[in-house]
């Protein structure tokens, strides 16, 4: 049973802007904290950004000021605006839910050329 699905990711240049989208499960999206991680070839995956039950955000250095994260309650559905992209911004963008389980989607690529 698929509980976190995204979408959105794709081929953009550099300084152009997408939009992920994760929908959830309802019993999974009402409880937890979501997340997107992300992970370069190579590289850890590292924590993008996060959002609470309650609307409190929280961003990684990297990518203040040039991502946001929302919440549409409504849709059981998180999103993660992603604006003046970089290069080393190609990754594969995972929708993470937790404390209340450990859930994880299947990941989707966002790749930026220079």
């Given at each position: 049973?698929?509980?976190?699905?995204?979408?959105?990711?794709?081929?953009?240049?550099?300084?152009?802007?997408?939009?992920?989208?994760c929908a959830a499960s309802p019993s999974i999206f009402r409880v937890?904290?979501?997340d997107w991680y992300r992970q370069?070839?190579?590289k850890q995956r590292e924590l993008v950004a996060t959002?609470?039950?309650?609307?409190?955000?929280?961003?990684?250095?990297?990518?203040?000021g040039r991502f946001t994260i929302s919440r549409d309650n409504a849709k059981n559905t998180v999103y993660?605006?992603?604006n003046n992209l970089k290069p080393e911004d190609t990754a594969v963008y995972y929708c993470h839910a937790s404390p209340r389980g450990?859930?994880?989607g299947q990941g989707t690529q966002?790749?930026?050329?220079?």
């Open positions: 049973q698929v509980q976190l699905v995204e979408s959105g990711g794709g081929l953009v240049q550099a300084g152009g802007s997408l939009r992920l989208s937890n904290v979501m370069a070839p190579g959002i609470s039950s309650g609307g409190s955000t929280n961003y990684a250095d990297s990518v203040k993660l605006q992603m450990n859930y994880w966002v790749t930026v050329s220079s």
